[in-house]
């Protein structure tokens, strides 16, 4: 692992966000926080707690990653309710195995688990991912001990994000 990433302990939110929205990043990190009335956040959490319910749910690791359930032969699951934005999905699991992987447990794999649209997505760790997740740690860090939100421009998930308020008034 690069050494100006050792001491990093990020969430899988945080991962997920950089990919969503940096602006959203540097919030979350700041601890703006404006999801409690969020309609679709609630569904989101309603879908989380009533599907798989067998499975042991929301495994903490070290307080830093939260895994939603894991599966047989090392399979983490991650439950989403839509695949609107699946790229931050996809590099939130992939992070979750590359942070395993530092801890010395191999041959893990992932799934994003969308019950909603009875989906389901393969994750694995391609050539150069261990790379780019290192590389994302480092701009993350820059992203949030900036003393100002990045500027971003007006997209489509801004429609649906309840930070929209502070962002586009
Ligand atoms: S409203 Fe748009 S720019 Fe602002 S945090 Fe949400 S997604 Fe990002």
Redesign the pocket.
């Known amino acids: 692992m690069d050494n100006s990433i050792a001491h990093l302990k990020l969430t899988g939110t945080q991962i997920n966000y950089y990919f969503l929205?940096q602006?959203?990043l540097w919030?979350f990190a700041h601890d703006i926080q404006m999801e409690q009335n969020n309609d679709a956040v609630y569904l989101g959490k309603l879908i989380h707690e009533t599907s798989y319910e067998r499975e042991k749910k929301e495994i903490d690791i070290d307080g830093t990653i939260k895994i939603d359930f894991i599966g047989k032969d090392r399979v983490i699951h991650e439950v989403k309710k839509s695949d609107k934005v699946e790229e931050p999905h996809i590099w939130q699991l992939k992070y979750y195995i590359w942070y395993l992987k530092q801890k010395g447990v191999e041959g893990v794999t992932g799934k994003i688990n969308y019950p909603k649209l009875k989906k389901i997505l393969d994750v694995v760790l391609e050539n150069g991912d261990m790379e780019k997740i290192e590389t994302i740690m480092v701009d993350i860090n820059r992203i949030i001990t900036s003393p100002l939100p990045p500027v971003?421009n007006?997209?489509k998930?801004?429609k649906s994000?309840s930070?929209?308020d502070i962002?586009?008034v």
Do not use: H
Request: glycine fraction near 8%; aromatic fraction near 22%; include cysteine.
């Open positions: 929205c602006r959203k919030y971003v007006r997209m998930i801004c994000c930070y929209g962002c586009w």
